[in-house]
């Protein structure tokens, strides 16, 4: 039928925004990553320069896994097959396990974290792993993708049954007319907002919507220039 072919037709067309959004950010690690193999195996660096290099060559090649663990991330969790290993998790617990683990990052950035956590547990079923995953991708782009000295807060609540996290900041607005959560986009800016190929916003969209779950982004709140809710 028209519906199937456009179905198929729409998913060709990701699969390949897939392979040329992933060639265009693999390329500049690996060209530097073999540049600075090369000058080394040719011994063209300086003993007293060569530490550095071998740094640089780590950087590189940890970016390069990144990218490639986030898109296997991604494929997983489009698949049929993928079942999430629910157990009950206390998503405060969680949050604040999240904010522990970057706080040293936000400090490095002058970046002034208001926390809003209750003491009181809020328990979820959810995949712990790959909630914390998806709840790390937004913390994460607070001091990744914005100027340092802003502003940003996290909070946790219960809202009649249902976990509520807001995650905002008053960094650098998003891009007009474009869905952050679609992976692969490729104008700049949304790229920039969503880990290099866009795929990182768009594992956490998947996370959270296999917990059956909701995550949207609203602009201009309260004092913030953009908010990310979650919905659980």
Same mark, same amino acid.
């Given at each position: 039928?028209?519906?199937?072919?456009?179905?198929?037709?729409?998913?060709?067309?990701?699969?390949?925004?897939?392979? $040329?959004?992933? $060639?265009?950010?693999?390329?500049?690690?690996?060209?530097?990553?073999?540049?600075?193999?090369?000058?080394?195996?040719?011994?063209?660096?300086?003993?007293?320069?060569?530490?550095?290099?071998?740094?640089?060559?780590?950087?590189?090649?940890?970016?390069?896994?990144?990218?490639?663990?986030?898109?296997?991330?991604? $494929?997983?969790?489009?698949?049929?097959?993928?079942?999430? $290993?629910?157990?009950?998790?206390?998503?405060?617990?969680?949050?604040?396990?999240?904010?522990?683990?970057?706080?040293?990052?936000?400090?490095?950035?002058?970046?002034?974290?208001?926390?809003?956590?209750?003491?009181?547990?809020?328990?979820?079923?959810?995949?712990?792993?790959?909630?914390?995953?998806?709840?790390?991708?937004?913390?994460?782009?607070?001091?990744?993708?914005?100027?340092?000295?802003?502003?940003?807060?996290?909070?946790?609540?219960?809202?009649?049954?249902?976990?509520?996290?807001?995650?905002?900041?008053?960094?650098?607005?998003?891009?007009?007319?474009?869905?952050?959560?679609?992976?692969?986009?490729?104008?700049?800016?949304?790229?920039?907002?969503?880990?290099?190929?866009?795929?990182?916003?768009?594992?956490?969209?998947?996370?959270?919507?296999?917990?059956?779950?909701?995550?949207?982004?609203?602009?201009?709140?309260?004092?913030?220039?953009?908010?990310?809710?979650?919905?659980?």
């Amino acid at each position: 039928t028209k519906a199937i072919k456009q179905e198929s037709e729409r998913r060709l067309q990701e699969q390949n925004l897939l392979y $040329a959004a992933i $060639a265009h950010d693999l390329k500049t690690p690996m060209t530097s990553v073999h540049g600075f193999a090369k000058a080394l195996s040719d011994g063209k660096i300086r003993p007293d320069e060569q530490q550095e290099i071998f740094d640089i060559i780590y950087r590189k090649s940890n970016s390069m896994n990144d990218m490639v663990n986030t898109l296997f991330d991604y $494929a997983k969790l489009g698949t049929d097959g993928y079942k999430p $290993a629910l157990a009950e998790v206390d998503i405060c617990s969680l949050v604040r396990e999240v904010i522990a683990e970057n706080y040293c990052d936000f400090e490095d950035h002058g970046i002034e974290l208001d926390i809003d956590i209750p003491e009181t547990a809020i328990t979820i079923n959810a995949d712990k792993t790959e909630m914390k995953r998806a709840v790390t991708n937004l913390i994460v782009n607070i001091y990744k993708h914005n100027p340092d000295g802003i502003r940003a807060k996290v909070s946790v609540a219960d809202d009649n049954g249902k976990a509520v996290i807001r995650i905002a900041d008053s960094g650098d607005s998003l891009p007009e007319g474009v869905d952050i959560f679609e992976p692969f986009v490729t104008e700049n800016a949304a790229r920039t907002v969503g880990h290099g190929t866009g795929l990182g916003l768009a594992v956490t969209k998947r996370v959270i919507e296999r917990h059956g779950g909701k995550i949207y982004v609203e602009t201009a709140a309260a004092d913030y220039t953009k908010m990310f809710v979650i919905r659980l």
